[in-house]
């Protein structure tokens, strides 16, 4: 009895955070919601509130396996022929990501691990997961990614509609979320993401959401026909990653973190501008128009850019396909190329 009430009164604050965020419009409500009323509730009531470990593990499965059904084998060929450049404008814009927050670091009292995952474009839940297994401070890339997700939200959009004010030219529908009808036999299909997922999260960063990521991706691509994920799972799962990130941070940290805030949100106005400049270039050396190159690279939401490219005129499928390829590459590679690195300098240190 002692574990089921603070375990139902942490539901009921993340509940009460996702309802909130969403009646306000905020971004990422589910996710964000939860989060931020759990760690105010228990930073200022001071009770320590409790989420067992399986729901967050959970809500990443479910997460990962949600990204991999965009992949398709459509999705493949529509971005077969901007892959190239696409991925060295990406490969560029990380590198200036880490350099900055390196060199920001040396000046700060923020560690570089810290400050180079608080900083890089990629996911929010997936940075925080990764800087966790390499012993950054988890709290402090929560509060600098969040800083830089309302950044890009608040700026991209705004800018890109501006400048191109072009009428909706029939493009308004998003990419559909593939997949086949969730009750059916085909739900089977997920156990294999689900146990590979389980079984082998150790090898990799962030291995419980990346794993069964790649895993729906392959098996989508190929013939299987891998069952949709309904929208209240969805959410659901990211109620269970915002309530168990939002548990783990400290008003404290948040509070010492915010003093940097602004450092933060200027390296996040200064990628922006880099990844415009990379945008006009794809835009140059592709026959892709200027709104759907610079939506595609933009270090923003998915789910944002996608909506700003159906109002603009832009293409939404490729900026979906090219903003979902960001995505992939820092998640796989980036989180495995640092910890090398990380792990390399600290024993030349040592030595």
């Known amino acids: ?117 608080g900083s890089i474009p990629g996911g929010l839940t997936e940075m925080v997961i990764v800087s966790e297994s390499l012993k950054g401070n988890a709290a402090y890339v929560m509060v600098f990614q969040t800083i830089r997700l309302l950044v890009v939200l608040f700026t991209v959009p705004f800018i890109i509609i501006y400048i191109f004010s072009a009428q909706n030219t029939g493009q308004d529908t ?31 960063p962030a291995g419980i959401m990346i794993i069964p ?6 098996m989508n691509i190929g013939p299987v026909q891998v069952p949709a994920i309904p929208e209240a799972v969805f959410l659901g799962a990211q109620l269970c990653v915002g309530v168990a990130l ?22 996040a106005l200064l990628l922006i501008f880099i990844s415009f400049i990379s945008g006009f270039l794809l835009y140059s050396v592709t026959s892709m128009d200027l709104p759907t190159a610079l939506l595609s690279t933009a270090p923003g939401g998915v789910v944002e850019m996608v909506l700003t490219a159906s109002i603009v005129g832009a293409d939404p ?17 980036v989180p495995v190329s640092l910890r090398w690195y990380f792990n390399k300098t600290a024993k030349e240190k040592a030595a």
């Open 213 to 218: 990521l790649t895993v729906t991706a392959v």
């Open 1 to 117: 009895m002692k574990e089921t009430k603070p375990f139902i009164e942490t539901l009921i604050t993340g509940l009460a955070g996702a309802a909130l965020f969403s009646l306000l419009n905020l971004p990422l409500p589910w996710m964000l919601g939860p989060l931020a009323c759990v760690m105010l509730w228990q930073g200022m009531s001071g009770r320590q509130l409790t989420w067992p470990k399986a729901l967050k593990s959970s809500g990443l499965i479910t997460l990962g396996i949600s990204f991999g059904l965009y992949f398709t084998i459509e999705t493949v060929q529509l971005v077969g022929p901007y892959a190239l450049p696409y991925i060295i404008i990406t490969l560029f814009l990380i590198t200036v990501s880490i350099i900055n927050s390196s060199i920001v670091s040396r000046y700060i009292k923020v560690d570089r691990i810290t400050s180079v995952f």
């Open 174 to 204: 998003l990419m559909a979320h593939t997949g086949t009808a969730f009750l059916s036999w085909n739900i089977l299909w997920l156990l294999v993401p689900v146990l590979l997922g389980v079984r082998f999260h150790h090898l990799l």
């Open 317 to 333: 499928a490729i900026v979906t396909a090219l903003q979902l390829t960001r995505i992939i590459l820092i998640i796989l590679l």
């Open 246 to 267: 939002g548990k783990n941070i400290l008003l404290k940290d948040v509070k010492y973190a915010g003093k940097y805030g602004f450092i933060y949100a200027g390296l």
